[in-house]
T-cell receptor
């Protein structure tokens, strides 16, 4: 158990819909990262927050948005869903703001299926 | 964009065999991490290497960071079915942002 909690574990929805994925980081970790994992693209970095502020942005689509709340939990919002958005979405947390040599602790992921 | 190429993409071996998987890039990384991901789980950190030429051992796993800090290898001795999983390397650039390779999917058959 990494200490990172993600909900829901599985989600099936239709094209055009909007979903929200939730993440609670490990106790004491201020940084939250969101990644998308698919078979062809591997693990792609989407966005990072540190103590409520956006710290880094990766390959995140404009249809996607995220935020980190004062209690440090984070939400990833995916809207106008397309078939290609079907993937595993991981949240990770760490103690330090940037990767450096620090360890990322990953949750078990949310598997999104868009039909 | 810093890219990490992992090879082979898939590897299926018998229990007791040795294997090496590779992680290569044209970019220099300040550090490199190896993670293992099992089905239905998130990646779990195995090791971080920081110094060019560094070798780290974790039981039957040996990790090496290239002298130029552009590549790394993971060698497993006497593989066991419990070693089955997706092995991911991740490099940290000058801005410390981690870039992941696509991974090597290892299957160790009993």
């Amino acid at each position: 158990d990494s200490g990172v909690t993600q909900t829901p574990k599985h989600l099936i929805t239709a094209t055009g819909q909007r979903v929200t994925l939730r993440c609670s980081p490990r106790s004491g970790d201020l940084s939250v990262y969101w990644y998308q994992q698919s078979l062809d693209q591997g693990l792609q970095f989407l966005i990072q927050y540190y103590n409520g502020e956006e710290r880094a942005k990766g390959n995140i689509l404009e249809r996607f948005s995220a935020q980190q709340f004062p209690d440090l939990h984070s939400e990833l919002n995916l809207s106008s869903l397309e078939l290609g958005d079907s993937a595993l979405y991981f949240c990770a947390s760490s103690k330090i703001p940037q990767g450096a040599a620090g360890e990322l602790f990953f949750g078990e992921g949310s598997r999104l299926t868009v039909l | 964009t810093q890219l990490l190429e992992q090879s082979p993409q898939f590897l299926s071996i018998q229990e007791g065999e040795n294997l090496t998987v590779y992680c290569n890039s044209s970019s220099v990384f300040s550090s490199l991490q190896w993670y293992r991901q099992e089905p239905g789980e998130g990646p779990v950190l195995l090791v971080t290497v920081v110094t060019g030429g560094e070798v780290k051992k974790l039981k039957r796993l040996t990790f090496q960071f290239g002298d130029a800090r552009k590549d790394s290898s993971l060698h497993i001795t006497a593989a066991q079915p419990g070693d089955t999983g997706l092995y991911l390397c991740a490099g940290a650039g000058s801005n410390y942002k981690l870039t992941f390779g696509k991974g090597t999917l290892l299957t160790v058959n009993p």
